[in-house]
């Protein structure tokens, strides 16, 4: 591996400042980035967020509930607040990673990292949540991706932290994936009687408006229509087009039944 250099800045100022420099990358919880050390160059300057003040948390802000972009997995999954609040963040951040990644893994490397496999966003974005950003901009995650691995960040900015208004405590997330926390996943799903987001069928999630008051049959469908999964090494196009019926309704079916 070659060397590089390493910086634990104490302020967003001074990250944002270092971040700026060509070839310098963010490191919050690692679990993504390290893993690009196997096959890519490291970055010139490794820039270690996990200092900074005031970015990590839960809090009930007026209506809003704040999650701040340091907030690990594990944070999420035991929160009493999102347990009463939002309890599908809490169960999605369980299925997507062992306790040692979770312990590790951040709100905001899950949103910056752009992948749309990344689990918690689809949640966060079935929930409408706006992600506040160092410089002071504030914008609603679904406008925040671009592309695989492509956002809307500028050099030096980031993220930090997400906010939600309200509630929703009938929220689902289902996903499927090889091995049931050791994997990426293979196809993913949030969803209410009114909304769905797919993962790994786009090149961004994909969020999709159920028809109102549709049958099952007729919702499930409405979601294949706006899902245009690809092959890769993990499963074809047409195996996760068969996972996103099958998983539609089953939370179709979840949500009926209660």
Request: glycine share 8%.
């Amino acid at each position: 591996m070659k060397p590089f250099d390493y910086a634990v800045p104490s302020t967003l100022a001074e990250a944002s400042d270092l971040l700026k420099q060509d070839g310098a990358a963010a490191l919050a919880g690692g679990t993504q980035l390290l893993l690009t050390f196997k096959w890519l160059p490291p970055p010139k300057l490794l820039v270690n967020l996990k200092r900074l003040p005031g970015l990590r948390g839960i809090e009930a802000r007026g209506e809003e509930v704040w999650i701040g972009a340091l907030t690990t997995l594990a944070d999420v999954r035991r929160s009493p607040l999102l347990v009463e609040r939002f309890p599908v963040l809490g169960h999605t951040a369980r299925l997507m990673a062992v306790p040692a990644i979770a312990s590790t893994g951040t709100v905001g490397g899950n949103i910056a990292w752009g992948s749309p496999q990344a689990d918690l966003v689809q949640s966060l974005l079935l929930l409408g949540a706006t992600v506040d950003l160092s410089s002071g901009r504030s914008v609603p995650l679904r406008e925040f991706f671009t592309g695989p691995g492509q956002t809307i960040l500028e050099r030096g900015e980031l993220i930090a932290g997400v906010r939600l208004r309200g509630s929703d405590t009938r929220a689902l997330y289902l996903r499927h994936s090889t091995r049931r926390l050791a994997d990426a996943q293979i196809c993913s799903v949030a969803l209410t009687d009114r909304r769905a987001v797919l993962g790994s069928c786009g090149p961004t999630p994909v969020a999709v408006d159920l028809p109102e008051g549709a049958p099952i049959d007729e919702a499930v469908e409405a979601v294949a229509r706006a899902a245009a999964p690809r092959d890769d090494f993990r499963a074809s196009a047409a195996y996760r087009m068969k996972l996103v019926r099958n998983l539609t309704r089953r939370g179709l079916e979840q949500l009926h039944a209660n």
